[in-house]
């Protein structure tokens, strides 16, 4: 039997006829002994204790700190609500896999029952192995790439039953933003500067192309960069400049971002920009100008501008918690959502924190994928498909004046 090809559904199904014990290799594998937390009501005293793991410091901390702060304003809700009693641990991975192997294994010492993160894919990648195999309930914020649930087309990874997204996948914000700009009519020539060493811009870009070409879409350049050359992007911008290009799309995060429209500001260049999620957070970088941003589009699930009763008292908290008056990222709102939604999968479950964390894996990953399972989140209303990927719906931003606002 091919129980990567098995949807999610059946897999669940087919563990809980034969034992969790025997089976469950997405929540507790065969070859090692599944990893159980504690499990003494003395012990654990009613405590649901939730890991997470994210980059705290390094390049990629506006990122992690953001779904840490963004996870603790809901904790905070939770246990202030008495809907349930929240602990939780933030790690930091500093963006790199080996690191946050240890920071899972941190956390286990310490008891987690679930885990939030990791925050980027690289990590996450190498993390979902270790809670794939020890039966640990996982829900990313931010970890966009299809290798982090595996089992789906186009992955390098098995099927991984314990992981969820809260985040489009890398093939959805490509597709989406090439039928954003297409739909919308926003250039007759189109430029793409993705990053070739990197599985997030790289899934993105192959999916924005084909779309692109799907849809008519004249893209007239295509240039790239790695890491180690990610401080001068002059070659790309003049490429795209002498090929007329009205439009530069970037599936890039904000650093090389952030660099990318300083120099085209500084060659006289002009096109629009329009960016994915991994651009959120380019205003709070420190030292940048933000002026050079004006008029950037790009696809996130979460506007902190909007007026809503519940995105409003959720910015509020964010900034009392912070101490700072910098409206809060997508990100920040990804790692909110994290946690309220396995706070409702516990609560319709019916789960304790005294099981063991593979039960618990189990029957939150089976509440996940029911068609009913509904989390009304700041970053959209959100389903589970089988596979582990999101279901709701993008929205557009524009920077204007030094802010996000809705387009």
């Not at 990313?140 to 390098?156: F, H, R």
């Not at 557009?396 to 387009?407: F, L, P, Q, R, T």
Request: charged share 20%; proline share 5%; with cysteine.
């Amino acid at each position: 039997m091919d129980l990567t090809r098995m949807s999610r559904r059946g897999f669940l199904q087919l563990a809980g006829t034969l034992g969790v014990s025997t089976l469950l290799g997405g929540c507790g594998s065969m070859e090692r002994r599944p990893y159980t937390g504690p499990t003494d009501p003395q012990k654990v005293n009613g405590v649901f204790r939730i890991g997470g793991i994210a980059p705290l410091t390094g390049p990629a901390a506006i990122y992690g700190t953001a779904n840490r702060d963004g996870a603790l304003v809901a904790v905070k809700e939770v246990n202030d609500s008495g809907r349930l009693k929240l602990e939780l641990n933030f790690q930091d991975d500093e963006h790199d896999p080996e690191k946050a192997v240890n920071a899972y294994n941190n956390l286990k010492d310490w008891g987690l029952k679930a885990l939030v993160g990791t925050t980027t894919t690289g990590p996450c990648v190498a993390v979902t192995d270790e809670t794939n195999a020890d039966g640990v309930f996982q829900v990313t914020p931010s970890a966009s790439s299809i290798d982090v649930i595996g089992g789906v087309e186009g992955s390098n990874e098995p099927a991984k039953h314990n992981v969820f997204q809260i985040c489009f996948t890398d093939p959805n914000q490509g597709t989406a933003s090439a039928s954003y700009i297409a739909e919308q009519k926003l250039a007759d020539k189109v430029a793409v500067i993705y990053n070739n060493a990197d599985a997030y811009s790289t899934g993105i870009f192959n999916n924005f192309q084909a779309k692109a070409e799907e849809l008519g879409l004249n893209i007239v350049s295509e240039s790239t960069f790695t890491d180690d050359s990610a401080n001068d992007f002059t070659v790309q911008l003049n490429a795209a400049k002498s090929e007329g290009a009205d439009l530069i799309f970037l599936p890039v995060y904000y650093t090389p971002a952030s660099i990318i429209l300083q120099q085209a500001d500084a060659m006289g260049y002009q096109p629009k920009f329009f960016g994915v999620d991994g651009m959120d957070g380019i205003l709070s970088l420190e030292g940048f100008d933000k002026s050079v941003a004006e008029g950037v589009m790009l696809l996130t699930p979460f506007v902190a501008t909007a007026h809503d009763e519940r995105t409003q008292r959720f910015v509020q908290a964010y900034k009392e918690l912070t101490g700072s008056q910098e409206l809060p990222s997508q990100f920040a709102a990804d790692g909110y959502d994290c946690v309220m939604a396995i706070v409702q999968a516990i609560e319709v479950s019916g789960v304790t924190p005294e099981m063991p964390a593979p039960e618990i894996c189990e029957r939150l990953s089976e509440t996940f994928i029911q068609p009913d399972f509904v989390v009304k989140g700041l970053t959209g209303d959100a389903r589970w498909l089988e596979t582990g990927e999101v279901d709701k719906s993008p929205k557009g931003m524009i920077i204007k004046n030094g802010v996000y606002e809705a387009m």
